[in-house]
């Protein structure tokens, strides 16, 4: 079992968006069976599988409760892939896990749940707190997205000190070029400064996921965005096979 953790920093750089179509590219094209974890209580991933679990708000109950995980998994529909959606307990996430004081709780969870799932897809809010530095303990890689920049090879190096200094063996970050848009001179700049960096491009098929409530591949499995979510999971599970 791998756990895969989508994290920065910072917000709105696509975290949510490459966590919910790497879980359906893990799921549906490596076959292996996934579960999608949404740590941000805004609950960003179950929306975009059309699920709505704000009404339960029992997903923090998972860490100070001994509540079983299994119970709050939802069935996505697609083959293989299942969902354990944020809702608003897990707004208290940091105090709790900083009060139990179990380093490692959320390691032990994604334990214990590698009876049922090869591949663990966290989607990470953009937090600097107990909570990052449980996801770096449980993390098997990092996919770290970055808007294209100038900036973005610093930015990378920011994020990734960040984890350096916070956790004692930090596993291996990828960086991620995303919201990338070829026809922009600092993007292509980024583009040529990082030529290994995987690629994730602008595209409305990619902003379509909020409105049809889908991953892109099942719905535009030939449209670049969904190239480039395969070719980023290609990249990712090639690591988790090879080491
Ligand atoms: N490749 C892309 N092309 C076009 N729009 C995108 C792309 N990636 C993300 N977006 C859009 O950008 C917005 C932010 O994306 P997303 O929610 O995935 O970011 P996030 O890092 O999870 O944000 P937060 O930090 O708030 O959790 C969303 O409206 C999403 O639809
Ligand atoms: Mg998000």
């Known amino acids: 079992m791998a756990v895969v953790a989508v994290y920065s920093v910072k917000g709105g750089v696509g975290k949510t968006t490459i966590a919910a179509n790497l879980a359906w590219f893990s799921a549906m094209v490596s076959r292996r069976r996934t579960l999608l974890w949404?740590?941000?209580?805004?609950?960003?991933?179950?929306?975009?599988?059309?699920?709505?679990?704000?009404?339960?708000?029992?997903?923090?109950?998972?860490?100070?409760?001994?509540?079983?995980?299994?119970?709050?998994?939802?069935?996505?529909?697609?083959?293989?892939?299942?969902?354990?959606?944020?809702?608003?307990?897990?707004?208290?996430?940091?105090?709790?896990?900083?009060?139990?004081?179990?380093?490692?709780?959320?390691?032990?969870?994604?334990?214990?749940?590698?009876?049922?799932?090869?591949?663990?897809?966290?989607?990470?809010?953009?937090?600097?707190?107990e909570i990052s530095a449980q996801v770096m303990r449980a993390a098997t890689c990092v996919i770290v997205p970055l808007p294209p920049s100038p900036l973005s090879a610093r930015a990378f190096e920011i994020v990734a000190k960040e984890i350096r200094a916070n956790t004692k063996r930090p596993p291996p970050i990828l960086p991620v070029l995303s919201m990338v848009d070829r026809r922009r001179a600092l993007h292509l700049q980024a583009l040529e400064a990082n030529p290994n960096w995987p690629v994730i491009p602008q595209a409305s098929a990619v902003e379509q996921c909020a409105v049809r409530q889908a991953p892109v591949g099942a719905f535009a499995p030939n449209s670049p965005a969904a190239r480039g979510f395969r070719q980023l999971w290609t990249a990712i599970e090639r690591k988790l096979t090879n080491g």
């Open 38 to 129: 949404d740590l941000d209580a805004a609950g960003g991933s179950g929306f975009l599988f059309g699920i709505d679990a704000q009404k339960r708000a029992a997903a923090g109950a998972i860490f100070d409760r001994d509540a079983e995980p299994a119970s709050l998994i939802w069935q996505t529909g697609y083959d293989r892939l299942d969902l354990l959606p944020a809702d608003n307990s897990l707004r208290d996430l940091d105090n709790v896990l900083t009060r139990i004081g179990k380093k490692k709780r959320l390691a032990k969870l994604t334990d214990t749940l590698s009876h049922d799932y090869e591949r663990i897809v966290l989607d990470c809010p953009p937090v600097l707190n």
